[in-house]
Nanobody, 115 residues
Framework: QVQLVESGGGLVQPGGSLRLSCAAS????????MGWYRQAPGKQRELVAT???????NDADSVKGRFTISRDNAKNTVYLQMNSLKPEDTAVYYC?????????WGQGTQVTVSS
C-alpha cells in the first residue's frame, strides 16, 4: 500500500504562484512514476505532469512553461511548482503513484485561482 497526502493548495490571484507537495508513506525511490492530475467541476480528471524515477518529466500542453514537477526521493515527496496561475487552473489537484502496475491516489487539494 502507498498512502499519499497532498498539501499546499489554496486561493491565489491570477498570475500568482503556489507549490503543491505530495508526501508518500513509503520510499518513492522504487516507484516508477509519480504525477499530478487535476479535476475541475463538471470535467474529467486530466494529467498535469508526471516524473519518473530517472527524472524524466511529461507536462500537459496547458501548463508547459508555467508548472514544474520535481521529486525528492530522500524526503519521499513530489512537488508541483505552479507559476503564472490562471482561473482555468482552478481544480482539485491529485497526486498519483504507480508501482507494480497499480495506481495509488491521494485525497486531493483544492486550488482556486480568482481575483
Amino acid at each position: 500500500q502507498v498512502q499519499l497526502v497532498e498539501s499546499g493548495g489554496g486561493l491565489v490571484q491570477p498570475g500568482g504562484s503556489l507549490r503543491l507537495s505530495c508526501a508518500a508513506s513509503v520510499s518513492i525511490f522504487r516507484i516508477y512514476a509519480m504525477g499530478w492530475y487535476r479535476q475541475a467541476p463538471g470535467k474529467q480528471r486530466e494529467l498535469v505532469a508526471t516524473i519518473t524515477t530517472g527524472g524524466k518529466t511529461n507536462d500537459a500542453d496547458s501548463v508547459k512553461g508555467r508548472f514544474t514537477i520535481s521529486r525528492d526521493n530522500a524526503k519521499n515527496t513530489v512537488y508541483l511548482q505552479m507559476n503564472s496561475l490562471k482561473p482555468e487552473d482552478t481544480a482539485v489537484y491529485y497526486c498519483k503513484a504507480d508501482r507494480d502496475g497499480i495506481g495509488y491516489w491521494g485525497q486531493g487539494t483544492q486550488v482556486t485561482v480568482s481575483s
